[in-house]
C-alpha cells in the first residue's frame, strides 16, 4: 500500500467520523506535501527516521501551529495504518 492508497483509508475513515469537509480538504493539502516530499511511497519503505527528518525540514519554513497541524496529520495517517494492519509497530521505531 502507498501513501495515496493509505489516504484514500483515512479520508473515509475520517468522513465516517463526521469530519468536516473543511477538516478533509486541509488534510488532503498535507497528504499533497508529504507526497511531494517524499514521493508516493510504498509503507514498507517509510520509517520514523524518514518522518523525522521530512518533519525538521519542514519545521524550518512553518509557524508552530502549522507544523502542529502537519504533525496531527501524520500521526493520525500512521496510526490509521497501524491500527488497520498495513504497518507494523517494528517499521515506525526503525
Given at each position: 500500500m502507498n501513501l495515496k492508497d493509505l489516504w484514500m483509508l483515512h479520508e473515509a475513515d475520517k468522513r465516517i467520523l463526521g469530519f468536516s469537509s473543511h477538516t478533509l480538504k486541509a488534510y488532503s493539502l498535507q497528504l499533497k506535501m508529504l507526497v511531494l516530499e517524499l514521493g508516493d511511497l510504498e509503507l514498507e519503505e517509510?520509517?520514523?527516521?524518514?518522518?523525522?527528518e521530512y518533519l525538521?525540514?519542514?519545521s524550518e519554513k512553518?509557524?508552530?501551529?502549522?507544523?502542529?497541524h502537519r504533525i496531527r496529520f501524520v500521526r493520525?495517517?500512521?496510526?490509521l495504518a497501524?491500527?488497520?494492519g498495513h504497518l507494523?509497530?517494528?517499521?515506525?521505531?526503525?
Amino acid at each position: 500500500m502507498n501513501l495515496k492508497d493509505l489516504w484514500m483509508l483515512h479520508e473515509a475513515d475520517k468522513r465516517i467520523l463526521g469530519f468536516s469537509s473543511h477538516t478533509l480538504k486541509a488534510y488532503s493539502l498535507q497528504l499533497k506535501m508529504l507526497v511531494l516530499e517524499l514521493g508516493d511511497l510504498e509503507l514498507e519503505e517509510i520509517s520514523l527516521i524518514i518522518l523525522k527528518e521530512y518533519l525538521a525540514r519542514v519545521s524550518e519554513k512553518l509557524k508552530p501551529s502549522s507544523l502542529g497541524h502537519r504533525i496531527r496529520f501524520v500521526r493520525s495517517l500512521f496510526r490509521l495504518a497501524f491500527e488497520e494492519g498495513h504497518l507494523s509497530g517494528i517499521l515506525l521505531s526503525s
